[in-house]
C-alpha cells in the first residue's frame, strides 16, 4: 500500500524533463511508423475469428501467437475444453526486483451481422479519412496491436520493458468467456503479478482518454417457447397457441413501463455511489449530446439532470431485451401463428450484486408466474468488479495519460460495460484497471461499421509506451 | 326471399324420381369419362401460373378462355392495370325467366419452393394411387376444371344448362387479389346475379363435403419503432431506449393474459352465433384431436367442450402476432440494445365488424397510450363476410350435396379464413356460397405435393351437374 502512495505522489508531483525527452524521441517514432503499425493491426483484423459462430479462432490465435514471438515474448497456446484455445505469453525484466505486470486482452470479435449495413467488407480492413474500419478495429485487436506496437516501439529504440508481463489473450470474450473462468482458476500461478491491464479504455466525445476501475456483471440467458412443428394459417388463431403472446406476457411481469424490474429481491444488493465515487462523477467531463449524437440514437433516457443520467448510467442494473425472433420477419405480410418465439435478454448488474443469486430469483420469478412452458436458457454469468483508485496499476495509467495528453484522464468508478474482471479483481485478487485504449464514442463496438481514428491508436501507443517504463 | 324459401323447402320435400333419373345417367357420363376429365385438368394444371413470380400468367389466362369458349361460353380477357388479365365469361339460359349463376374462380397458383420435397414435378401432373398430383391440381384449376366438365357432360347429354352464367377467374388470388377490388368495383354490371358460387369446397376428415357460407375479415398491420439508426452496445441499456420493450409495453395493454382484446370498441359489432347458426355447428362433423394432429400442434386453447371450442374458432375475432423482429436473432448471445422493432399482426374480424372501424380504434388506442413513438403501417384490410343460410344459393348446394352422397353437407355459417368474399357480398349484393370442391383435408393446398382424390374430382362434377340443373 506504501509503494502505491508513493506511485501516487509522483504522479501528483509531475515527471521531470529527463523522462520528457526520453518519451518524445520515442513518441516520434510512433508518428514515423504510422503505416507500420496500421498495417499490423490490419493484418489482425483481416483474420476472422468470430467466436458466436466458431469462425476463425484457431487461425487467429496462431497468428496472435506469432505476433507475440516476433516482439520476443515466450507463448504457448493453452488448451482449454469446449473452449478456443488461450493465447499466453510472458516476457522477463532485465531489471532486478522489477514489478510485474499482467496484460488482458481477447482476440474474438462480435458476428458482423447485419452484413448490409456495412460500408466496408469487416474483414478486409480499410483506411477511410483517418479512420480504420472494421471488426475488432478497436474491440479488442486494436487494442491488443497498439500494446504490440508500444512493445516493439521500445525495443525498436533499445529501451528496456521495466516489469515482467505476463500476457493472457482469450478467444471467447464476445460469448461471455465462459470456459476462461475455469482457465484462470486452473492456471493461478501464470497469472500472479503486481497490477493488471486489462482491456478497454474509451475517450469522451472531447477526446479526453478514460480510464475505468470496474466493470458490470452480466446474466445472459434466453427465454424460449416452442408450441408445435410448424407455423400454421393464422385462421387457426382462436384455438392455437401463440408463443410470441406467451412471451409478451411473461416480459410484462418483469419490468414496468418505466424500466423498474419487477423480479422480487433484484435490488437487495445494489450498491449506491459512495461520496468518493460522486466526486469522480462530478470532475469528469462527459458530454451527453455528443454521446447521444454519436451513438446516433434518437434520444435518451434522462435523469433530473446530467449527473443523474451518468449515475443511472453507470449505477443501474437492467433487464435489456437484446433480441426478440418469431414468426414471419420479412417484407410485407404473412399470416401465420408462429411454432416458436424466443428473446434473448441480458440483465447488467452493479457492484455488489452476484450473477448466481440474480439467474436464481430470474428462474423462481418465471416459476412462481406459472410459465412452466417458458425454457429458459442461460448464455453467461458475470459478476461485478472494482478496483480502488489509490492502487499502482490506476495511477500509473492517470500518469501516463497526463505525460501524453498533459491533462489528467476522465476515471470512471466502473465502466458500464461488462467482462470477467471479477475473476481477477477477486479470485486472483489483482488490482486490475481499464485504460489507454483505443477508442472513441463513434467507434460502434458490436455494430456494423466499428471503426478506431488512427490519430486515437498512435495516442494509445504512445500512453502504453510509458506504461511499460513507468510500472 | 319467397322464391328463396320455396327452393328451400323443396330441398326439404326431397326430389322426385324423375330428377333422380336424370341424374343418375349424367352421373354415370361422369364414371365413364373419368381420363377424359382427368386429362382436362393435367392440361391446365400442365401449364404453370404462378401469379407472385409472374410466371405463365398470359398463357394459361388464354388456356382457360379457349376451354370455355369450346364449351360455347362466350369470352373476353379483361385488362386489369398492373395485374394479370382477367378472364369473363357468359353463357346464356335458353330458358325463359333463367336465373344467374355468378361463378367465381381463380388460374394462378402458389409458387411450388421447396421444389426438393415435390415427389412429382409440379408442373408435370401424375395420377398415383388414385390420387392427381400437382400445383394447382385443387387450388383452384381442379375446381375451375370441375366446374367445366359439369356443363360439358350437360351438354354432351342434351340437356340444358337452367341459369345463365357470368363467370370471373382471376389471375391474383394468390398474391392477395390487390387490383382484383378495383375491377369488380368498375365492372359491377357484368357480375349482377342472383347467387355466386365462390371457389373452396373441403371435405371432413371423414370425406363429408363441407359448406362455407362466410369468411372472416382481416386487419393486418404492422408497428415499428426505430430509436437510432444503429444497434448500440447494451451497456447502454440505462440511457438508451429499448424498441424491443416499447413494443412490449404497447402490446400488453391491447390484449391481456386470457386473450381478451383490450382495444376499446374492439368487440362492439361482433355478431354472435344465431340460434340457426348453433344447430348447424351442434350438427356439424368435426374432430378436434384430428384437426390438432394434423396441424402438429402440442395443444389447442380449447373452450368447455369441443362445441364452445369450435364455435370459438369460428366466431372468436383475434389480435394475432405474426411476427415479432428485434435485434440479435442468430445462435448465442449479442449484447445489444436493438436500434428497432416490430411487431407483424393480423387480427381477424367476425361478422359484423368493419375493417375500417377496427383499424380506426387501434390508431386511437395506439395514440391514446401515448405511443407517439410508435409507427403503424397497415398492411390490408378486409371485411368479414355472410350469407344466410337460407338463401338460394347456399339451400342448392346443400341440396346438391345431399342427392350425390344421401347426406347433409356439413354446413359452416363461416369459415375461420379470410378471403375477398365482402366484395360480393357487401359491394355486389350478391348471396355468396362455397362448396361442391375437390379438396380433403390432405389435399396440402400451398404446400408441397398438391394433390386431390380422383373420387373427390368426380364427386364434385356429379354435385356441380345438379348445380347447374337446379339453380
Excluded at 462527459?286 to 451513438?295: C, F, G, I
Excluded at 498533459?406 to 471479477?422: E, H, Q, Y
Amino acid at each position: 500500500m506504501s509503494k502505491q502512495i508513493e506511485v501516487s505522489s509522483e504522479t501528483s508531483a509531475g515527471t521531470s524533463n529527463e523522462k520528457k525527452e526520453d518519451f518524445s524521441q520515442l513518441w516520434s517514432y510512433v508518428d514515423q511508423n504510422e503505416t507500420k503499425f496500421v498495417d499490423q493491426l490490419v493484418r489482425l483484423v483481416s483474420q476472422p475469428s468470430i467466436s458466436a459462430q466458431n469462425i476463425g479462432l484457431k487461425e487467429c490465435a496462431e497468428l496472435v501467437r506469432s505476433m507475440m514471438e516476433k516482439l520476443g515474448i515466450k507463448t504457448q497456446l493453452i488448451s482449454v475444453p469446449n473452449a478456443p484455445d488461450v493465447v499466453y505469453g510472458e516476457l522477463r525484466s532485465s531489471e532486478k526486483r522489477a514489478r510485474t505486470l499482467v496484460i488482458y486482452n481477447h482476440y474474438d470479435v462480435q458476428p458482423v451481422e447485419p452484413l448490409s449495413e456495412w460500408k466496408t467488407d469487416p474483414f478486409k480492413p480499410e483506411v477511410v479519412d483517418g479512420k480504420l474500419f472494421g471488426r475488432g478495429s478497436g474491440d479488442d485487436k486494436g487494442e491488443l496491436v497498439a500494446r504490440f506496437c508500444a512493445i516493439e516501439t521500445l525495443l525498436d529504440n533499445g529501451s528496456s520493458i521495466r516489469p515482467n508481463i505476463r500476457w493472457v489473450v482469450e478467444g471467447e470474450e464476445e460469448t461471455g468467456s465462459t470456459h476462461f473462468h475455469d482457465f484462470v482458476l486452473k492456471n493461478k500461478s501464470l497469472l500472479r503479478g503486481d497490477g493488471c491491464l486489462w482491456e478497454g479504455g474509451d475517450r469522451s466525445t472531447k477526446g479526453t482518454p478514460e480510464i475505468h476501475l470496474g466493470t458490470k456483471g452480466l446474466v445472459y440467458i434466453e427465454f424460449k417457447v416452442k408450441v408445435g412443428e410448424k407455423d400454421q394459417h393464422s385462421m387457426y388463431g382462436p384455438i392455437a397457441p401463440n408463443p410470441a403472446w406467451r412471451l409478451v406476457n411473461l416480459l410484462k411481469t418483469i419490468r414496468d413501463d418505466k424500466g423498474k424490474i419487477l423480479i422480487q429481491g433484484f435490488y437487495d444488493d445494489v450498491a449506491k455511489p459512495t461520496p468518493q465515487e460522486k466526486k469522480f462523477l462530478r470532475n469528469n467531463e462527459y458530454n451527453l449530446k455528443e454521446l447521444r449524437e454519436a451513438l446516433k440514437i434518437d434520444y435518451l433516457i434522462q435523469g433530473k439532470n446530467d449527473l443523474e443520467t451518468i449515475t443511472n448510467l453507470l449505477y443501474n442494473p437492467t433487464a435489456n431485451i437484446a433480441g426478440f425472433g418469431s414468426g414471419y420477419v420479412g417484407e410485407g405480410s404473412k399470416t401465420i401463428v408462429p411454432k416458436e418465439a424466443f428473446v434473448k435478454m441480458d440483465y447488467r448488474l452493479v457492484a455488489n450484486m452476484r450473477a448466481k443469486d440474480i439467474l436464481a430469483k430470474i428462474k423462481r420469478h418465471v416459476r412462481n408466474h406459472g410459465f412452466t412452458d417458458v425454457q429458459l436458457i442461460s448464455h453467461s454469468l458475470e459478476d461485478p468488479a472494482k478496483t480502488p483508485v489509490e492502487s499502482e496499476i490506476a495511477q500509473t495509467l492517470i500518469r501516463c495519460t497526463k505525460l501524453v495528453t498533459g491533462k489528467r484522464p476522465n476515471v470512471w468508478p466502473t465502466s458500464p460495460g461488462t467482462g470477467p474482471l471479477s475473476l481477477f479483481t477477486d479470485k486472483l485478487k489483482l488490482k486490475t484497471a481499464m485504460g489507454l485504449g483505443v477508442s472513441y464514442p463513434g467507434s460502434g463496438f458490436h455494430a456494423p461499421n466499428e471503426h478506431i481514428r488512427v490519430e486515437d491508436y498512435k495516442q494509445a501507443i504512445k500512453q502504453l509506451i510509458c506504461l511499460f517504463r513507468l510500472f
